[in-house]
């Protein structure tokens, strides 16, 4: 009798026994996994990409009227109160009364950027005794205005803003440059607030003055704000000029 219900016993167990090694799955053999970690790092790739500017356009905001700012706007040149020539380049409308919308070559801004005659100071811009627009610069107007000299912008997105070890030569002397505060300060006269910001011992010099540079473009009160009539430069700017001032002012 007790053989017969260890048999009927067995019997029961078989079938659970096929069961569960059915349902029994082999290890997960997946690259970098740990069974063993409680927090796996997740490898979902995300883009984080916040940008709207298309890299084949040019933008008047982004583009073009840094390289008039930087270029073009110094004392007795073509800023709002010289207007040399009777031209203006510190904003669009008047840029495009220089600008034949689709056509460079008719248009009197491209022809004075690209005039190679040397004799007349005034016959070409910058002057003769002015550094030439770089190529690039010079191509990124024509292209401007082969796309029809829009007044666009568009937003580059979020870019992280380093400010450790700062320096004159690989950070402050190419923002003073791109944002056209040498073109203004290139040397101390009363026009320009005897300010001169075209080598790292002048504006070594003025950083030094009472807070003198960080007071004008963080526009403090006191201090006259710069960019001169133009909107106050972005926050990582701001900060990387303050933190080469703190950092010591390293060349």
Known sequence: MRLFYAFKKLLFLIPVLLIWHSCKHEPIDIEGFDPNDQNPTDTTVTDTTDSDCDPDTVYFENHILPIFIANCLGSGCHNAQD???????????????????????????????????VDDLYDRMPPSNLPRLLPEEIDKVRTWIDQGALNNSCDAGSVDCDTSNVTYSNDIASILQNKGCVGCHNG????NGNVDLRSYASVKAVAEDNDRLFGAINHEPGFEPMPQNQSKLDDCIINTIKAWINQGLQE
């Open 83 to 117: 207007a040399q020539e009777g031209v203006i380049l510190d904003n669009y409308d008047d840029v495009m009364k220089e600008v034949d919308p689709g056509d460079p070559n008719g248009s009197k801004l491209y022809e004075l950027i690209t005039e190679n005659d």
């Open 188 to 191: 101390g006269n009363a026009s």
